[in-house]
């Protein structure tokens, strides 16, 4: 099972901010946060990860809560390029076992 | 500088045959990792390879195997292959173990069991 909740679906305007939620309630002090996005018919993109401070890189910022159960991921001008399935999973630094993406959110950018 | 390289990109076999797949991961990463993604499961942890030796494994049985050459390169292979096989393979390569934090996914080998 995979350690994340997230919406099934969401909706963003070409543009404006999409501000993606998960939830992972359970994660252990050395489980970073991790996103990942997948198009269509092509592996999944790394976007950006975080332990506890918030982040920010090119392609998005993080932002986890202080008690570390839920972050958000924020594209600040979303594109129709960024319609895609955005998985967010927590897992300890070294560790591929739990490279478990779970269903994600798809998220769909409309012009 | 090319990304992962999978192949073959689409593939169908029939149940009981055996199949294998191949990756080239980015020049210079050592690290490669293999993960099954089908709808219901989601994607899953095959098993990583660094220097040639499986360095972990994930909950698959022994029909799954994989290897790794000297240069990188890394093959895994289904035998006795299941209509449950049907997924998307995918490959993923990191510089070495220490900076795994970013994985670099091919675009899979999509197989399919008739």
């Known amino acids: 099972d995979a350690k994340t909740t997230q919406p099934p679906s969401m909706d963003c305007a070409e543009g404006r901010a999409a501000n993606l939620p998960c939830n992972h309630s359970t994660i252990s002090g050395n489980e970073y946060v991790y996103w990942y996005r997948q198009i269509h018919s092509q592996g999944p993109q790394y976007i950006i990860h975080g332990l506890k401070n918030n982040e920010t890189n090119e392609m998005a910022s993080l932002i986890i809560t202080e008690d570390r159960k839920s972050s958000t991921l924020i594209l600040p001008h979303a594109t129709l390029r960024d319609t895609a399935v955005y998985y967010c999973i927590v897992r300890a630094l070294y560790n591929n076992n739990d490279m478990r993406f779970g269903a994600g959110t798809r998220l769909t950018v409309k012009p | 500088k090319a990304g992962v390289t999978q192949t073959p990109r689409y593939l169908i076999k029939t149940r009981g045959q055996q199949v294998t797949l191949s990756c080239s991961p980015i020049s210079g990463h050592r690290s490669v990792s293999w993960y099954q993604q089908t709808p219901g499961q989601g994607l899953q942890f095959l098993f990583e390879?660094?220097?040639?030796?499986?360095?972990n494994k994930g909950n698959f049985p022994g029909r799954f195997s994989g290897r790794q050459f000297s240069n990188s390169r890394s093959e895994m292979n289904v035998s006795t292959l299941e209509l449950g096989d049907s997924a998307l393979y995918l490959c993923?390569?990191?510089?070495?173990?220490?900076?795994?934090?970013?994985?670099?996914f091919g675009s899979g080998t999509q197989l399919s069991v008739l």
């Open positions: 390879y660094f220097s040639e030796t499986q360095r």
């Open positions: 993923a390569s990191s510089p070495n173990r220490e900076t795994n934090e970013k994985l670099f």
